[in-house]
């Protein structure tokens, strides 16, 4: 029986490479697929951020716009420029509308409910990071309750508590009523970057025997900082906005803030027709909060992505 030989093959040349054979076919996407989804995705989401940008930027630019103008031209040509500038409008929302004791009424009850908050808000929420004692998430969860907890329900029974404490129609009673608010969201906030924080700094001073006060307040506070404005930031911005508290704790004429202020003017509006006066102190209102915000706004970034970083 005659069997075929095959042949050997014959060996390489020097310097020749050997053929290489595919065995399966490649899954990747080509580099040019990849480019093009990217760049499709970066068009859609910087159309949407450009979409936003003008929802929310128009109307602020209309308003100060606006208050520059009288009151035949915000009915005759609404979308126009002002024919000249009309500052007599802030003038009079400034002292005849009393725009400027609201102010002040404001700029002191945030003000020293925004101190209070922070720093009562610090201590609680470094406790809760740093140490475990019993009740330790049980205390925290209530604060965490307490952020759930719609205010509304609580506008009657807080009412005659302010009442019986002698606390009612007062600017010292408002601020501890704020603080009381603000502090759940703080000490939620502020525990968690607390985790974050490393815990070395902190044993070191206490071998060198610093007492817990002073590590906290020389310590942990500055390095919390980042943290600390972006909660302040958020807490003046819902203290400053603030109108339902006020409004039922708050009935003295003599002692009310710039959004019972603002809804005083609006209301007086369909008497007098002071259009101009009611934007002026719109703006007057809107000011602050813009102010506060684009100054702080590197640090209110860093505070929110400081445990993303780590």
């Known amino acids: 029986m005659k069997t075929t030989e095959t042949p050997a093959p014959l ?15 490649s899954t990747k996407k080509p580099p040019t697929e990849k480019k093009t989804e990217g760049n499709v995705l970066n068009a859609f989401s910087h159309g949407i951020l450009v979409l936003w940008a003008i929802m929310v930027v128009l109307p602020l ?6 208050s520059f103008k009288n009151d035949g031209s915000i009915f005759g040509s609404p979308w126009s420029l002002p024919d000249k500038l009309h500052f007599d409008n802030w003038s009079r929302a400034w002292t005849q509308a009393n725009m400027s004791d609201y102010f002040l009424n404001t700029i002191l009850v945030v ?5 209070g908050t922070l720093v009562l808000g610090s201590m609680a ?11 330790n998430r049980f205390i925290y969860y ?16 807080l009412f005659y508590v302010v009442n019986n404490m002698g606390l009612l129609n007062s600017i010292h009673g408002l601020i501890l009523v704020y603080i009381a608010y603000s502090l759940p969201f703080t000490v939620f906030f502020l525990t968690a970057f607390f985790r974050t924080l490393p815990t070395s700094v902190a044993e070191a001073a206490f071998v060198d025997g610093a007492s817990h006060s002073r590590t906290f307040f020389q310590i942990m506070v500055p390095m919390a900082k ?10 003046f911005l819902g203290q400053w906005n603030q109108y339902m508290l006020p409004t039922v704790l708050n009935t003295d004429p003599d002692k009310r803030v710039l959004t019972q202020g603002l809804v005083q003017l609006a209301v007086s ?23 506060a915000y684009i100054v702080f706004q590197r640090q209110v970034v860093q505070g929110l992505t400081a445990g993303a970083l780590k």
Do not use: C, H
């Not at 003000?111 to 101190?115: C, D, H, M, T």
């Open 11 to 25: 060996p390489a040349e020097s310097g020749s490479a050997l053929p290489v054979t595919k065995v399966g076919l």
């Open 61 to 66: 630019l209309w308003a100060v716009m606006t």
């Open 111 to 115: 003000g020293g409910s925004l101190i």
């Open 125 to 135: 929420a470094y406790v809760l990071a740093r140490f475990d004692f019993p009740g």
């Open 142 to 157: 209530l604060f965490i309750g307490g952020m759930s907890f719609p205010i509304m329900l609580a506008l009657v029974p």
């Open 226 to 235: 980042p943290g600390l404005i972006s909660v302040g930031i958020f807490n």
């Open 269 to 291: 509006q369909g008497y007098k027709g002071d259009w101009s006066g009611l934007f002026a102190g719109l703006v007057m209102a809107m000011l602050p909060v813009l102010a």
